[in-house]
């Protein structure tokens, strides 16, 4: 059997090791909350500068232009957009479909996109357009026979202008 040797004096170099441990840990603990003050102050300072240029952008001198971007919106959204809108579908030919429209509020321009089956077909919505009455100007804009769809669609653009 084994001698086995038990010691249970106080060793000063283990109380030295605690001690400097300790010390240790009081020091990260210090550090860690002196960091913790920086960064707070840090984001605190980068929130007031964010606030202050979000003041900026609604200063007195930016609202001129904010009223003009403001009443540019308005008009686009209260165009008469129902009225060219029935004024279209009451325009009837059923050889034409519309692919899209792109309105211009400020200059009162309706521009179609549209595809045909034939030639003819597209001037008879161009005429149907005209006689329609709503619109002040109809300019048929562009057209081109698609020569490699075999039933050979004509696509065209029309300008149209309103009072």
Known sequence: MRHLSLDFENNASNLQMGYGLLLAGILTLVLMVTANIILTQKIDMYLADAEQQADAVIAPENTAQAEDAARKISAHLTGPW?????????????????????????????????????????????????????FDKVVLTEHEIQ????LLPVRFNITASWQ
Request: glycine letters at 4%; hydrophobic letters at 35%; proline letters at 5%.
């Open 82 to 134: 129902g009225k060219l809108f029935r004024a279209l579908d009451s325009t009837e030919e059923p050889n034409v479909a519309l692919l899209s429209l792109k309105p211009d509020a400020q200059n009162r321009t309706l521009r179609i996109y549209a595809e045909a089956r034939s030639f003819r077909s597209m001037l008879s919505y161009y005429d149907a357009l005209l006689q329609n009455g709503t």
């Open 147 to 150: 020569d490699k769809n075999p």
